[in-house]
């Protein structure tokens, strides 16, 4: 028998593709996603916008350093696996925000995904648009 490997596309699979997953009352970013943001690490909060382009309701998340925290700002939570080491992406978690900014899509316990790119205007926030 001669086997063939079979080639994964990176955009499918997510490895490069900047995406958004939302769900379980959380808003996680994948790696690709936070390495939009120059120098993501450097940043401890977020805060979540929302804005309507051609009738279809975006959502913004602006990163903000520890001494531009707001009332409205959230913690960013980093990934951690064995022994502290960091892995890439970030979660964002508030039950009822998710919910109002998301639908059931924010709390539901399945995740749903979302495209993401940054936005044109400012360099320190993402856009997340319509799902993938």
């Known amino acids: 028998m001669i086997w063939e490997t ?9 490895r490069t593709m900047p995406y958004a997953s939302v769900g379980f009352g ?8 936070c390495d ?9 909060y ?12 975006l959502v913004g998340v602006r990163f903000l350093k520890e001494s531009e925290k707001t009332i409205n700002s959230l913690p960013i939570k980093r990934r951690k696996i064995k022994g502290d080491k960091i892995v890439g ?5 508030n039950k009822g925000t998710m919910s109002d900014l998301f639908g059931i ?14 936005d044109s205007d400012d360099k320190n926030i993402l856009v997340i648009y319509g799902e993938k």
Request: aromatic share 6%.
């Open 6 to 14: 079979v080639k994964i596309k990176n955009e499918q699979k997510g």
């Open 26 to 33: 959380r808003l996680s970013l994948s790696s690709a996603a």
């Open 36 to 44: 939009l943001i120059e120098n993501y690490e450097q940043y401890a």
């Open 46 to 57: 977020v805060e979540l916008l929302k804005a309507n382009v051609n009738n279809e309701t």
């Open 89 to 93: 992406g970030i979660d964002i978690c």
């Open 105 to 118: 899509a924010g709390t539901q316990n399945r995740a749903t995904r979302y495209g993401v790119k940054l």
